[in-house]
């Protein structure tokens, strides 16, 4: 009986050793507990999609996009690839391209970036580096290389600012006019 005894304190040494080894031989990763983990929610992604502006039942503009993505807190988005077309009340439109965009859905401001090509119905084009669309005011500002087209004429500079319909447009730092420099 002293054997049978014997026996089962080595068998159950045994089996502890074995659980003991088994635990202990995984590398185990309990989360740090003085690690903060963010909140922040993750960003809606949509492919091949546009965002629109309306104002009193009129279209203000359209945004397409290859990727638009969203931050579900601030609904503020970033568009990549975008081509947008700006409508005028007097019916004719801006139409334009540029690589990426980000649209302030409390604003309702949009900064075009990375060159920026626009043409208006009407057949005037400009390119800019950056170009900023002030929702409330209804203006474009152009930043970096400005060139504006028109029939004939071309006017280039730092920095430009236009209507909507680039009816009025200003061109300021570096500023020159070429009559006739149209191509």
């Known amino acids: 009986m002293n054997k049978q005894i014997i026996g089962l304190v080595v068998a159950v040494v045994i089996a502890v050793i074995g659980v003991l080894y088994w635990a202990f031989s995984e590398e185990i990763h309990l989360p740090d507990p003085n690690k903060k983990v963010e909140d922040k929610p993750m960003a809606m992604s949509y492919a091949g999609n546009t965002i629109s502006e309306e104002k ?7 945004l397409t996009a290859e990727t638009i993505e969203i931050d579900p807190t601030t609904k503020n988005a970033v568009l ?74 071309v006017l280039t500079g730092d920095k430009l600012e236009s209507d909507a319909g680039f009816i009025k447009v200003k061109v300021t730092g570096n500023a020159h006019i070429i009559k006739g420099g149209a191509k």
């Not at 009193?56 to 359209?62: C, L, N, S, V």
């Open 56 to 62: 009193d039942g009129k279209k203000i503009w359209d």
């Open 80 to 153: 990549k690839n975008i081509q947008g077309i700006f409508y005028q009340e007097n019916g004719q439109t801006v139409t334009l391209t540029a690589p990426q965009a980000t649209f302030d859905n409390k604003t309702k401001d949009i900064t075009i970036s990375d060159q920026v090509n626009a043409k208006t119905s009407d057949g005037a084009t400009f390119q800019a580096k950056t170009v900023f669309w002030q929702g409330e005011k209804q203006l474009f500002l152009g930043e970096g290389n400005v060139i504006v087209t028109r029939e004939d004429t």
